[in-house]
């Protein structure tokens, strides 16, 4: 069979691939857009858009069990399960039919459903969804084949029904009890929204702090603030053998540093990482390197070590942010077409966890200032005293930024509360302009936003 050529392959549909292979169609080239499973990649229809539904759903119980104290008196509620996956499935479709849609009607792209596979340096083979097989060749090959849920080795976890990120999502009933694998971000999230659908939720941490990436103050207070709401969180803690009953109950045995003991759950939720979807390319067919963990490796530009092949988004490692994805298409497009020279040294990685209240993050944090070495000073200011936490009843968690004590810029920012990512986005900009953090001071915001408590941040500090 004589390959296809083409001016680009692209080799998956997300949020680095889709725009990508769209943009280059509009530019003239002649493209293949392959996709195994469905446009939009994790985000559109396993991650942001699914959970951000259910998160919202979250919110609605959470505010009718909690809004006594503001006066409204809600007597009983209940979660229909079913309706909000429906909610979520409507909302999914719609945003991937779309996308399916407008790729399939952009001139000089071709949308291609199946598998594909390296059987030379830059041939594809792909099998396809609908039968058969295709053969595509071409000089630039993009690679946007994101990462999946990596299943630890735990005894007994194989013979058990476990729940991943992604089969969580298929749950029309609320389960009983959920176990929870992974203090992270995507373990949080679901283990405080299923609490709030009306779960009893166990979360198991191997480390000695929640989100371990995050200052130590900032993962202490998102622990209380779960706590608050009534989650078993247990850091420091393992499970490290697994039984499934003859009626469903599944039983783990959880060690930690001072016993072993066993309990039972309805479900267990598998959220302890992530790996690479790199394992079926072929890429030994193509010389490209990978790390010890199947990571695509790439350089400043994207490439990776074989000319003209380029990997985007979480499959070359680093940050796994839908937004960096995006922002990776748009460094390889500009470079390609444009003949700019955009690279990803020293980019802001903003991002938001979004348990409630949101977790905003961008730059470097205390901890890491310390470990540079850096002359920072620490800005620290409780939501008890931000002006519209308090008069929305809600004063859980903190603001905090890191501060260069000789040039006055901002190095990074937390913010943990209310609107946490909404905040966080003021002061990257800020970081971005090179705003001092003695300018933000003074500066007029509207009152009373969460943005305006910016000033009372900064005016602690001691010129």
Not at 155 to 166: F, Q, R
Not at 185 to 196: A, K, P
Not at 276 to 304: F, H, S
Not at 361 to 376: M, N, P, W, Y
């Amino acid at each position: 069979m004589k390959p296809k050529q083409y001016d680009a392959i692209v080799i998956g549909a997300g949020q680095a691939g889709l725009p990508l292979a769209k943009k280059l169609a509009k530019a003239g080239k002649k493209v293949a857009l392959i996709e195994k499973r469905w446009v939009g990649g994790t985000c559109v229809n396993d991650g942001c858009t699914p959970t951000k539904t259910w998160v919202a759903s979250a919110k609605a119980a959470y505010m009718a069990a909690n809004s006594g104290p503001l006066g409204i008196k809600v007597k009983s509620y209940k979660v229909d399960m079913a309706l909000i996956k429906k909610r979520k499935d409507d909302i999914v479709i719609r945003a991937r039919n779309g996308s399916t849609k407008n790729a399939q009607e952009t001139p000089n792209l071709d949308l291609i459903f199946g598998e594909a596979v390296f059987t030379d340096l830059k041939t594809i083979t792909i099998t396809l969804n609908e039968g058969g097989t295709q053969l595509l060749k071409a000089d630039w090959i993009f690679l946007n084949v994101g990462t999946k849920t990596f299943i630890p080795d735990i005894k007994g976890l194989a013979d058990i029904s476990y729940l991943t990120s992604t089969s969580i999502l298929e749950l029309d009933k609320v389960p009983d009890s959920l176990l929870v694998l992974g203090g992270n971000y995507i373990g949080l999230e679901f283990g405080q929204m299923f609490r709030r659908f009306g779960s009893k939720v166990t979360i198991l941490e191997k480390s000695a702090g929640l989100v371990s990436r995050e200052d130590e103050d900032i993962s202490k207070e998102v622990q209380k603030i779960l706590e608050l709401e009534n989650i078993d969180v247990q850091t420091g803690s393992q499970a490290i053998k697994f039984k499934q009953g003859k009626k469903g109950k599944i039983t783990a045995t959880i060690k930690n540093a001072s016993q072993q003991k066993s309990a039972k759950f309805s479900h267990v939720l598998i959220a302890v990482g992530r790996r690479p979807n790199t394992d079926a390319l072929g890429l030994d067919k193509t010389g490209v390197e990978v790390d010890d963990k199947g990571y695509i490796k790439v350089n400043d530009k994207l490439e990776t070590n074989v000319k003209g092949i380029y990997a985007l988004g979480d499959v070359k490692g680093g940050p796994a942010f839908t937004h960096i994805s995006y922002n990776d298409y748009t460094i390889v497009y500009r470079n390609l077409i444009e003949k700019t020279n955009y690279n990803t040294k020293d980019r802001p990685v903003p991002y938001c966890m979004f348990t409630d209240p949101q977790l905003g993050r961008v730059g470097i944090s205390e901890h890491e200032a310390k470990e540079q070495g850096l002359d920072v000073i620490i800005a620290k200011l409780p939501m008890a005293r931000v002006a519209r936490a308090v008069e929305t009843g809600d004063t859980r968690g903190f603001m905090k930024a890191v501060v260069d004590r000789k040039t006055k810029k901002i190095l990074g920012a937390a913010i943990l509360g209310q609107e946490g990512g909404e905040i966080m986005s003021v002061l990257q900009m800020a970081m971005e302009g090179g705003i001092t953090y003695d300018r933000i001071r003074y500066c007029v915001f509207a009152h009373p936003l969460y943005s305006e408590s910016l000033n009372n941040l900064f005016m602690g500090i001691d010129d």
